[in-house]
């Protein structure tokens, strides 16, 4: 077993014999064994043990038990108490998945503190079936297929190679002390379920169902490959970013086949899950301003895109919808956008900027404090090069905006007078002419 040990972290290229690992050890067979390996390998490794005080003096003897093993290894041993059912409590999660989120946290604390290259956890290929099994359940498309990943960023699973049946053989040549996790028998947890009553029907039904289970799930990891290389021409293909979110044209969504595919693994990525992709899918192409929600992002199907933003924490928003109070004497604001104001008089040296980023004010028509705001309903103002007012909304048509577009919009005001769309136009009222003694040049600092 520990020529297929070194085999195996070669050749998935986990690890070099030069490296410090982290074995994650929680006392039982299977991290024992774990231990035992990269100690006959000749590694340099650390223990690191999770005591989640979830069995009482049980949770307590395996901590004293994973103490004694780093004892004899000489191997630096790291441990850690946690209040896991308080913790899954407080966050509304149950106690596995707390737990798991709490040890793996933890377990990246001390690999860059004290600078070990790898965290090591102990799953086997019986591991690997039972969570294909549980990604079945839960259908977590293609991604869930291929079961435990031997490597993923700094985690490496180097028992991978090895089922159940030879990690305890090996324990029992070797005569290694192992401690039982009492729970591991209860089938009220699903992984215990699938362990000992879905896949004990398989093996009856063919003995050789862990091996073709097995080699199934290393295809399907093969032909992930060239699923997500598809998926990642595409995404470069109809995907674009800029300031107002994250776009994705309909017509080109549309090309692709099957859609429903590729709209998936395109949007899950922003929280959206698959009944929702299939309504905005399904939605009418006529829906233009239709908004969806995941838990992290809100979609708007405008005409002719999908436009993504992340939801706004609400700090982000009272800010985004504040009204700030401009100072006469004020020269510059940061916050929530980047402006400048300069006072000048006109004469043979003064020139009209005319970029969309700078606005030339007539000074004596202005009364402060200006006013920076948002747009609302009812808005209007004389477009620069026009006497007839128009409504804001009207403008914005007339634009093609977006609705993320129209969002972003800042007005410059006095009173209740717009002065300048901020980076679009300024109001004709306002404008420079030959009467005009003193400017105000209000420049946007993107």
Same mark, same amino acid.
């Given at each position: 077993?520990?020529?297929?040990?070194?085999?195996?972290?070669?050749?998935?290229?986990?690890?070099?014999?030069?490296?410090?690992?982290?074995?994650?050890?929680?006392?039982?067979? !299977?991290?024992?064994?774990?231990?035992?390996?990269?100690?006959?390998?000749?590694?340099?490794?650390?223990?690191?043990?999770?005591?989640?005080?979830?069995?009482?003096?049980?949770? !307590?003897?395996?901590?004293?038990?994973?103490?004694?093993?780093?004892?004899?290894?000489?191997?630096?041993?790291?441990?850690?108490?946690?209040?896991?059912?308080? !913790?899954?409590?407080?966050?509304?999660?149950?106690?596995?998945?707390?737990?798991?989120?709490?040890?793996?946290?933890?377990?990246?604390?001390?690999?860059?503190?004290?600078?070990?290259?790898?965290?090591?956890?102990?799953?086997?290929?019986?591991?690997?079936?039972?969570?294909?099994?549980?990604?079945?359940?839960?259908?977590?498309?293609?991604?869930?297929?291929?079961?435990?990943?031997?490597?993923?960023?700094?985690?490496?699973?180097?028992?991978?190679?090895?089922?159940?049946?030879?990690?305890?053989?090996?324990a029992r040549k070797y005569k290694l002390a192992f401690r039982e996790d009492s729970s591991n028998a209860e089938i009220k947890y699903l992984r215990n379920k699938i362990r000992h009553e879905i896949i004990p029907i398989f093996r009856e039904l063919n003995p050789a169902f862990q091996q073709i289970l097995s080699e199934t799930i290393q295809r399907m990891r093969e032909?992930?490959?060239?699923?997500?290389?598809?998926?990642?021409?595409?995404?470069?293909k109809i995907i674009r970013n800029d300031k107002t979110g994250t776009h994705i044209r309909i017509g080109d969504l549309k090309q692709l086949t099957p859609i429903d595919i590729y709209a998936f693994e395109l949007l899950s990525p922003f929280g959206f899950h698959e009944a929702v992709i299939r309504d905005i899918l399904h939605s009418p192409d006529d829906a233009s301003g239709k908004i969806f929600y995941s838990s992290t992002h809100r979609l708007i199907k405008d005409r002719e895109e999908l436009i993504l933003n992340p939801l706004t924490s609400k700090k982000e928003s009272r800010l985004k919808n504040a009204e700030i109070s401009i100072p006469e004497n004020k020269k510059e604001i940061r916050k929530p956008i980047h402006l400048s104001f300069i006072k000048t008089t006109t004469g043979k040296k003064f020139s009209i900027d005319s970029s969309k980023e700078v606005a030339n004010l007539d000074l004596r028509k202005i009364m402060f404090p200006l006013i920076l705001r948002r747009w609302k309903k009812g808005d209007s103002f004389y477009p620069f090069g026009m006497n007839k007012k128009k409504k804001l909304s009207d403008y914005f048509i007339d634009r093609k905006l977006s609705i993320p577009e129209k969002e972003n919009i800042w007005l410059l005001c006095s009173g209740l007078h717009i002065l300048w769309i901020v980076g679009h136009r300024i109001d004709h009222c306002f404008r420079v002419t030959s009467h005009t003694k003193e400017v105000l040049q209000v420049r946007w600092l993107k």
């Open positions: 077993m520990l020529k297929e040990f070194k085999s195996f972290i070669a050749s998935e290229k986990l690890s070099g014999t030069e490296n410090k690992i982290l074995l994650a050890i929680s006392g039982g067979i !299977d991290s024992v064994v774990m231990s035992e390996l990269f100690h006959r390998a000749g590694y340099s490794f650390g223990i690191a043990h999770c005591n989640f005080g979830l069995r009482g003096m049980e949770s !307590d003897a395996d901590e004293a038990f994973v103490e004694q093993l780093a004892k004899k290894y000489k191997a630096p041993f790291f441990c850690k108490r946690f209040l896991t059912a308080k !913790d899954a409590n407080k966050k509304g999660i149950s106690i596995q998945m707390a737990a798991r989120e709490l040890r793996y946290k933890w377990f990246e604390e001390i690999r860059i503190k004290e600078k070990y290259s790898s965290i090591a956890t102990a799953h086997h290929l019986d591991d690997q079936m039972e969570t294909f099994f549980i990604n079945l359940l839960r259908s977590t498309g293609i991604a869930g297929f291929h079961g435990i990943l031997p490597k993923q960023g700094n985690l490496i699973r180097p028992l991978l190679f090895s089922y159940r049946v030879n990690i305890e053989a090996f032909t992930e490959v060239i699923f997500r290389n598809s998926i990642e021409e595409a995404r470069k």
